[in-house]
């Protein structure tokens, strides 16, 4: 690749002032991305490029790079819905592009407005069918149900082939998820033991101590369940889940995350959702919101490794602290029970932020004359190991974007049945707790499904 136009719709929002330009910005200063790279900002506002920069430092929560993002941006005003701004678009791409230039359209924006840019997109001729140097990049959520990702997504195969279309689910870029799989097939300690009758149970939890900023207008339509259940609990419980894949080329891999959710089962009686105290007071959120903030579920996957234990998924805002981390808790041993002894449980603990690393927790002798036990850490830091910082998950996406990776995006069957859980949850729903304190979350969970979650 020789030259690189990234168009992003919904270039004044919060996405991309504080992950896109970003990442952009880093991946050009670090040479990965072509010296000959545009970025094509595409938004309502009444803007030029020097005062889009100034808008979108001050709308990031930190300062941007500007001095890279000046070499690189173009801001224009279109009306991304009016298909007659397509042509002056087009025009302005066409001026930087020759048939080395890889092209990727990168959708910024809610799905209710997939439709209209996919449309547009094609009718203008922006994007041809099959041309893999163009390629068209979708936000999650992909829908807001499973009927709104069908529609798009069947619109999206008309227009495009597969092979053009990205799923973003920023999960799958993050250093430890796409450590999962290495942590459980590259080490016997772990492989032999990762089945139901020395696994006790899962947790899955992505804390969040913000609230929902100004994203109003779209979280209460959505949720928690829309916005990280559908996608970022459900990727990573199918990655813990999965049965080996035959290979670990894209496919393969994909296909045995599928079956895994595809035997997802929930305890509907566990169901707990939340709303913290203040979010109806929230801009652009109904003043009689029912929208859930938090949200506790107890799953199972019915396949014969995992049949009968218990996956906790737990997320929600404003909690005690930001954590995202997968925590696989083990069975005692027989002796242990023998003992009657009141010894932990050994843990593995996949940590996913705001560290990234591996932790295990196990008993061990106090050091000594003495003959107690006590619960023990093994801990490794990905971080402190990695040869400069560890990328950010949009970087790891862009870049495999632009070389035509698609391990790390979603694939449709993964979102439909993703979306038919959700359904099936939804059918269920209760209106929300008000929360003002996770230990109050962490007190009922306790009283009512006899479970600790840290
Ligand atoms: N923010 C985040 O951390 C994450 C966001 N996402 C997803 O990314 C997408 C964008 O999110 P985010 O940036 O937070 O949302 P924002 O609400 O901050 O921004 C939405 C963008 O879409 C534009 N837009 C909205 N409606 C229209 C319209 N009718 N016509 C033209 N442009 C429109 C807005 O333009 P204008 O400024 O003119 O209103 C703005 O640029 C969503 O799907 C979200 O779920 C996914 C993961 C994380
Ligand atoms: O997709 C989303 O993810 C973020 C949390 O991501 P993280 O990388 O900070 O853990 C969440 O805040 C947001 O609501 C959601 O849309």
């Not at 920069?53 to 000046?70: G, H, I, V």
């Not at 459900?234 to 889940?241: D, K, N, P, T």
């Not at 850490?377 to 862009?398: D, F, H, I, Q, R």
Request: aromatic share 10%.
């Amino acid at each position: 690749m020789k030259k690189l136009i990234f168009t992003i719709f919904g270039s004044t929002g919060d996405l991309t002032s504080r992950k896109l330009l970003p990442a952009l910005s880093k991946l050009y200063k670090d040479n990965k991305i072509p010296k000959e790279t545009k970025i094509i900002c595409l938004g309502r506002k009444d803007l030029n490029t020097k005062s889009y920069l100034t808008y979108m430092n001050d709308e990031s929560s930190a300062p941007l790079d500007l001095k890279t993002l000046e070499q690189i941006v173009e801001y224009h005003k279109i009306q991304i819905t009016d298909k007659n701004d397509y042509n002056e678009l087009k025009k302005i791409i066409s001026k930087e592009t020759d048939n080395q230039t890889k092209q990727l359209y990168y959708l910024a924006i809610g799905p209710e407005l997939f439709f209209d840019v996919a449309q547009n997109i094609n009718h203008s001729g922006l994007i041809e069918k099959a041309n893999e140097n163009q390629l068209i990049i979708f936000e999650k959520p992909f829908g807001h149900d499973l009927k709104s990702a069908k529609k798009i997504n069947q619109m999206l195969w008309e227009f495009f082939d597969e092979k053009q279309i990205y799923r973003i689910d920023h999960y799958l870029g993050k250093e430890m998820i796409q450590n999962i799989m290495m942590v459980r097939f590259a080490n016997r300690i772990f492989e032999e033991v990762w089945y139901n009758r020395t696994i006790k149970n899962v947790k899955i939890i992505v804390k969040e101590t913000d609230g929902i900023f100004n994203r109003g207008g779209y979280y209460d339509q959505s949720g928690a369940l829309k916005d990280m259940v559908q996608s970022h609990l459900i990727q990573m419980l199918s990655m813990v889940s999965m049965e080996v894949p035959l290979s670990y080329h894209s496919e393969d891999v994909k296909n045995e995350k599928v079956k895994a959710i595809e035997n997802v089962s929930f305890d509907s009686n566990s169901f707990i959702f939340g709303q913290y105290e203040g979010y109806l007071n929230e801009d652009k959120v109904n003043k009689d919101s029912k929208t859930e903030t938090f949200v506790f579920i107890k799953a199972f996957v019915n396949t014969p490794r995992f049949k009968g234990v218990p996956f906790y998924l737990m997320t929600g805002k404003k909690l005690d602290q930001k954590e995202s981390v997968i925590i696989v808790e083990f069975e005692e041993t027989s002796e242990q029970r023998k003992w009657n002894l009141p010894l932990s449980t050994n843990k593995l603990y996949i940590k996913i932020a705001p560290d990234d690393g591996v932790g295990l927790k196990f008993n061990s002798k106090v050091p000594g004359l003495t003959g107690d036990v006590q619960e023990v850490e093994l801990e490794y830091c990905a971080a402190c190991n990695a040869v400069g910082n560890l990328s950010e998950a949009y970087e790891k996406l862009l870049l495999e974007a632009t070389e035509s990776h698609k391990t790390l995006f979603t694939r449709w069957d993964e979102i439909e049945l993703s979306w038919k859980l959700i359904e099936h949850i939804k059918e269920k729903q209760t209106d929300p707790i008000i929360y003002n304190d996770y230990k109050a979350l962490q007190v009922l969970i306790k009283e009512k499904m006899d479970v600790k979650m840290p």
